[in-house]
């Protein structure tokens, strides 16, 4: 039976995952699957574009300290929102969330490596742009591709094109300093953890 779903009009993939989890098509703030999108601190849910980076505000977002890292005290040097290790996002924290609406959000790390065992991860190019394309083994007929989109970090989108990260909704297990988050090269993907300033791409998913 199919599962009902307030997407609010955008796009999806069936996996066909164990746990029913729907992948968007795109990240948030693209026009098509190959777009990069913007790029979000971990819980900011103002986005910035690749050009925006390097200019005005999202050059002083995605500069190299935290200065401007969302809910961090820098007299304290302390943060004074998701304190704790593994803390999850609340809806009005979540990029995709609130920019996608309806049922919309960001995957949590269980969802992310549910992503990375049910499917084969490719290598690609899609529209120029590279990425890897993530197929079910369930059912071949379908996957999502996610472009190579780099991250923003010292006033600069870097790596673009060679890899990218994805912010899942919850912090590092064992530090309130890092995001855990997808990530990916030519050769491989898996799960990891970075610092809360770093700009990366948001994917939505539906549970």
Known sequence: MDKEVN??????????LPSGTLWATMNVGASKPSDAGQYF???DTQGYT??????????????????????YDTDKKIFTKYTTFG???????????VN??????MPTPTQVKELINYTTSTWTTQD?????????????????FIPAAGFAYDGAVQNSGTGADVWSSMLYTDSVVYGQNLYFYSDHAGLSGNYR????????VID
């Open 41 to 43: 601190q971990w819980g």
């Open 197 to 204: 300033y770093c700009g990366f791409s948001v994917r939505g």
């Open 128 to 144: 120029g742009v590279n990425g890897r394309l993530f197929t079910s083994t369930k059912d071949t007929s379908k996957s999502i």
């Open 7 to 16: 997407n609010n009009v955008y796009e999806y993939v069936d996996l066909g």
């Open 87 to 97: 803390a999850a996002l609340e809806l009005e924290d979540d990029a995709a969330h």
């Open 50 to 71: 690749a050009s925006q980076v390097g200019t005005g505000e999202g050059q002083k977002k995605f500069a190299l300290d935290w200065r401007d890292c969302k809910w």
């Open 100 to 105: 996608m609406g309806g049922d919309w959000h």
